[in-house]
């Protein structure tokens, strides 16, 4: 069975810092695109960013650009979301997902996701 789990959200106050983790079984990330979702309350889900397949060159959106930072341990088969001076905006479920061609914008055409870590920033 595939499965992704997102871990590592929690309560912090604006400034502070997180580190998201995107663990996988069933699948090899080495194999996969590995995007970032958020979705805030009452807003539609979103990309925060993306690694790619093959040469894992990095996507963020214009609001995390500079703060964010994507990696993968392709040892440990997991995915990494280092997010910096984090603010009230950022605040909303993070979601990990794969998708097996390329890093897509939207939601929809991703082929497993993982199940969710809540951020929430304080002010």
């Known amino acids: 069975d595939v499965q992704l789990q997102a871990s590592g959200g929690g309560l912090v106050q604006a400034g502070g810092s997180l580190r998201l983790s995107c663990a996988a079984s069933?699948?090899?990330?080495?194999?996969?695109?590995i995007g970032w979702f958020r979705q805030a309350p009452g807003k539609e889900r979103e990309i925060v960013s993306c690694?790619?397949?093959?040469?894992?060159?990095?996507y963020y959106a214009d609001s995390v650009k500079g703060r964010f930072t994507i990696s993968s341990d392709n040892a440990k088969n997991t995915v990494y979301l280092q997010m910096n001076s984090l603010e009230p905006e950022d605040t909303g479920v993070y979601y990990c997902?794969?998708?097996?061609?390329?890093?897509?914008?939207?939601?929809?055409?991703?082929?497993?996701w993982g199940q969710g870590t809540l951020v929430t920033v304080s002010s």
């Open positions: 997902a794969a998708h097996a061609v390329f890093c897509a914008l939207p939601a929809l055409e991703y082929d497993y």
């Open positions: 069933g699948i090899t990330f080495d194999d996969y695109a």
């Open positions: 690694i790619s397949k093959s040469d894992r060159t990095t």
